[in-house]
Nanobody, 126 residues
């Protein structure tokens, strides 16, 4: 079955770093884009960033630009979200999801989603 599982969350202090992993299985890793999302307490789920499977390009939300980086290890069918200079407002449950190819921009990040994984909690203390 199609599976996506985010992991690596935890409690960190402001200014610290954390790397999240999105382990995938049950589908061809090269045929889908992967999006990262987060849901902060009391807020709607928002897009964080996306990596295109066709050319490896990425796009990020303005709030994380320059601090977060998406990368992948194709042999492991795994996508990573490196989070640097974390801020308290980054506190959220983080999710990865499978996206239809061709919609890998922040503006369109929700439009191609067809699978959601279970999230991992990131808490940033001040």
């Amino acid at each position: 079955e199609v599976q996506l599982q985010a992991s690596g969350g935890g409690l960190v202090q402001a200014g610290g770093s954390l790397r999240l992993s999105c382990a995938t299985s049950g589908f061809s890793f090269d045929d889908y884009d992967i999006g990262w999302f987060r849901e902060a307490p009391g807020k709607e789920r928002e897009g964080v960033g996306c990596m295109s499977s066709s050319d490896g390009t990425t796009d990020y939300a303005d709030s994380v630009m320059g601090r977060f980086t998406i990368s992948s290890h194709n042999a492991k069918n795994t996508v990573y979200l490196q989070m640097n200079n974390l801020k308290p407002e980054d506190t959220a449950v983080y999710y990865c999801g499978r996206k239809i190819q061709g919609y890998c921009t922040i503006a369109n990040i929700f439009w191609g989603m067809d699978r959601w994984g279970k999230g991992t909690l990131v808490t940033v203390s001040s």
